[in-house]
C-alpha cells in the first residue's frame, strides 16, 4: 500500500529519505519553491548586507539543461513583487551535436517568460570553439579543466557588461556537495571560503549567487518535468572524462548509506565560512587587466592568452 502524502493525504509523488518527507504534487511545488527561495533571498541579504549592493539587476547563467531552467523559474517567483530585471547568459562552446539544441531550450524558456538572452561563444573569446581548441592545445586531463576556464571568463565578461548587479547558477545539491568534497580531497580550505555563494562584491568579479544549491538534481529533475518545463535532457560529450565523476559516486553510495550527507557536506563548508575574514582584494592580470587570485598572469591568460581574440 503506498503510504500518502504526510500533509494532505493525497498521492505521494516523492519520498524525501533525508528529511522523511512524503509528498504530493501540489506539497512538493510549494515545498521545493520555498526552499529554494529562502536560500536565495538569504544569500541576496548577506550580499547586500556585507556590500552595500542595490539589487536591480541579476544575470542567470542558462545552458538550457535542468538546473539553470529551473533556477530561472524560481527567480521569475523571487523577483515578481520586487522591482529586479532579469537578464539570462548563456555561453556557447560550440560542442557539436550537444550546444545547438540546449541554446534553443534556452531560447525557448527565455521567450516563454519573457527574459532576455544574451549568448556570447569560445570564438568570439578566442578564435575557436571547444573541439577546435582540444585538438589545437590538447589538455593534460580532463577537457573539462580548459572548458572551465573559458566558461568563467565568458560569464564574468558578458556579466560585467550587461551591468547585473549579482548572476545566479544552476548549482544544484549534487554538484555543490561533490565541489566541497573535491577542495576537501585536495586540502585546499582557502578555496573552501571564496567559494559561491559570494558573500562579498569584488572589484571586476560579478558575485555569484546559487539558489538550488540545497536541492537535490532528482528533486530539480522532477520539478521541471512536473511543471512542463522545456529544457535540454542530455550530457555534454566530454562528461565522461571528469575528475568529480569519481566524487560524484563516492557522495552516491554514502548517501544510500547515510541520508542527508549531502547537506551535512554543504553544512561543514558553512561552518568553516561563518568565521572567515572577508576575502582580499583580487589583484589585476597585468596582461588582460581581468580580475587575478594572485600577482602574476591570471589562469586565462596562462592558459590561452596566445589565442585571445
Known amino acids: 500500500m503506498t503510504v500518502p502524502c504526510k500533509k494532505c493525504k493525497t498521492e505521494p509523488v516523492i519520498s524525501r529519505r533525508y528529511s522523511g518527507e512524503i509528498l504530493c504534487q501540489n506539497c512538493f511545488f510549494r515545498s521545493f519553491e520555498k526552499n529554494a527561495i529562502k536560500e536565495l533571498r538569504t544569500q541576496v541579504n548577506q550580499l547586500v548586507t556585507n556590500s552595500k549592493l542595490n539589487i536591480k539587476k541579476i544575470g542567470i547563467g542558462l545552458s538550457g539543461g535542468k538546473d539553470s531552467t529551473v533556477a530561472l523559474k524560481i527567480l521569475k517567483i523571487y523577483c515578481k513583487e520586487r522591482d529586479t530585471k532579469i537578464i539570462g547568459l548563456s555561453v556557447d562552446e ?45 589538455p593534460d586531463a580532463s577537457p573539462c579543466s580548459p572548458c572551465g ?43 573552501l571560503t571564496r567559494m559561491a555563494p559570494h558573500k562579498y562584491v569584488q572589484d571586476g568579479f560579478i558575485p555569484r549567487l546559487l539558489p538550488l544549491r540545497r536541492l ?47 547537506h551535512s557536506l554543504v553544512n561543514g563548508m558553512e561552518k568553516i565560512r561563518k568565521d572567515s575574514p572577508q576575502p582580499e582584494a583580487l589583484d ?23 589565442f585571445a581574440v
Not at 531550450?105 to 519573457?114: F, G, M, T
Not at 596582461?287 to 596566445?306: A, H, L, T, W, Y
Open 94 to 138: 560550440g560542442i557539436e551535436n550537444y550546444r545547438s539544441p540546449s541554446l534553443e531550450c534556452a531560447k525557448e524558456v527565455c521567450n516563454d517568460l519573457q527574459v532576455e538572452l544574451q549568448i556570447y561563444s569560445y570564438k568570439e573569446l578566442i578564435g575557436m570553439n571547444l573541439s577546435e581548441l582540444l585538438i589545437t592545445k590538447p
Open 149 to 191: 576556464i573559458l566558461r568563467r571568463r565568458s560569464l564574468n565578461q558578458m556579466a560585467r557588461s550587461s551591468n547585473v548587479d549579482c548572476l545566479i547558477l544552476g548549482h544544484n545539491l549534487d554538484d555543490f556537495s561533490q565541489t566541497v568534497l573535491m577542495n576537501h580531497a585536495r586540502g585546499d580550505v582557502s578555496r
Open 216 to 262: 537535490p538534481e532528482q528533486e530539480i529533475y522532477l520539478y521541471a518535468m512536473l511543471k512542463n518545463l522545456k529544457f535540454h535532457d542530455g550530457d555534454c560529450p566530454y562528461a565522461g572524462k571528469a575528475q568529480r565523476n569519481f566524487f560524484r559516486k563516492m557522495i552516491m553510495e554514502m548517501e544510500e548509506k547515510q541520508p542527508g550527507t549531502r
Open 284 to 306: 589585476s592580470c597585468p596582461s588582460c587587466g581581468e580580475p587575478s587570485g594572485g600577482d602574476g598572469p591570471c589562469v586565462f591568460c596562462r592558459e590561452f592568452g596566445s
